[in-house]
């Protein structure tokens, strides 16, 4: 089992920034991949961008490239979401989610990580609001 706990959101003006944290704990050594997920009131869950615990891969949704940056460190068990000229359409509940088996192998360039069922626990989310 992996626990996952997000911190980090808030409400925050249309350009500005937030740096989202999710510690895990518990059988973290197990992990394979991390990433970062969001729902939007009616929407359903849509990917981010997501992270290798081995060699540093990263993946990110098109929406949010040049404008999030995803980061790890293996050492305190933390993943990290910067969000830089955040907009209106970013506002959701932001949920991390880790992979124990799918990406031990698989490159994110041959199998993308986009889809929900890759991951075997999720956080109880975090709500970040952003006003125009």
């Known amino acids: 089992q992996v626990q996952l706990v997000e911190s980090g959101g808030g409400l925050v003006q249309a350009g500005g920034s937030l740096r989202l944290s999710c510690a895990a704990s518990g059988r973290t050594f197990s992990m394979a991949a991390m990433g970062w997920f969001r729902q939007a009131p009616g929407k359903e869950r849509e990917f981010v961008a997501a992270?290798?615990?081995?060699?540093?891969?990263?993946y990110y949704a098109d929406s949010v490239k040049g404008r999030f940056t995803i980061s790890r460190d293996n050492r305190n068990n933390l993943m990290y979401l910067q969000m830089n000229s955040l907009k209106p359409e970013d506002t959701a509940v932001y949920y991390c989610a880790a992979d124990m088996e799918s990406f031990r192998a698989a490159s994110f360039s041959t199998m993308t990580p986009k889809y929900r069922y890759f991951y075997d626990f999720w956080g109880q989310g975090t709500q970040v609001t952003v006003s125009s």
């Open positions: 992270i290798k615990w081995s060699d540093f891969e990263i």
